[in-house]
Structures are given as C-alpha cells and as structure tokens.
C-alpha cells in the first residue's frame, strides 16, 4: 500500500520561505510522477507543481513558476517543495499526488487531479501579510 505524508507547513509572514516534503512508502517511488496541489478556502484544489519520476523535468503553475521549486530525493523516496517569496494568495491546504501511470500518459495531463491515484492528507501553509 503506497502512503504519502506530508510535513513542513505552517504560519509565515509575506515575503518568507517555507520547504514542504512529502515522503512516499513503497519500493516503486523512483517510477512515479510527483505533484503537489493546494486547496485554499471556498476556492477547488489546484495544481501547483509536477515532476517526473527522474527529476529533469518539471513544470509549474504560472502562479508560482519563479518562485517554487520541486524536486525529488529517490534514494529516500522523498518529494520537495521550495517556497519562496510566499504571498498572503499562496495560503492553502497543500497536497501532495503521485502516479505510478506511464510517462507516455502522465506527460500530457500532469496538471490533471485525475492522473494522480496516491494522494496525502495536506499540510497547511499560512501566509499572513
């Protein structure tokens, strides 16, 4: 049974950084695509960023390409997300996914919930202004 766990949220001010990671169980870590999504209040959960299983490709949603940054250990089977110049906007219940579907599929729909089958239980992120 794949289990996904994520840590590293909590309350910042505008401006700060936070660094969430998200640790997958399981043998086959190294061949899953990775995503965090975030759900902020009253809004539908969103993609936020992808990568795939070996780490030389990623791709961001446009409200935080150039300030995020995942990535991905697979020798501790451990997936990252890098916050920086956190904005009030950017607070959420944020998730982390993974897909064990093949590169082929994955590819043109890694912004899409539904490629997805392993999901964490979040990790709140607060920005205050």
């Known amino acids: 049974q794949v289990q996904l766990v994520e840590s590293g949220g909590g309350l910042v001010q505008a401006g700060a950084s936070l660094r969430l990671s998200c640790v997958v169980s399981?043998?086959?870590?190294?061949?899953?695509?990775m995503g965090w999504f975030r759900q902020a209040p009253g809004k539908e959960r969103e993609f936020v960023a992808h990568?795939?299983?070996?780490?030389?490709?990623?791709l961001y949603a446009a409200s935080v390409k150039g300030r995020f940054t995942i990535s991905r250990d697979n020798a501790k089977n451990t997936v990252f997300l890098q916050m920086d110049s956190l904005k009030p906007e950017d607070t959420a219940v944020y998730y982390c996914a993974g897909s064990s579907k093949p590169h082929t599929t994955v590819v043109f729909a890694s912004t899409r919930e539904y490629i997805y089958e392993y999901w964490g239980q979040g990790t709140q992120v607060t920005v205050s202004s």
């Open positions: 399981g043998r086959t870590f190294s061949s899953y695509a």
């Open positions: 990568i795939n299983w070996s780490g030389d490709s990623t």
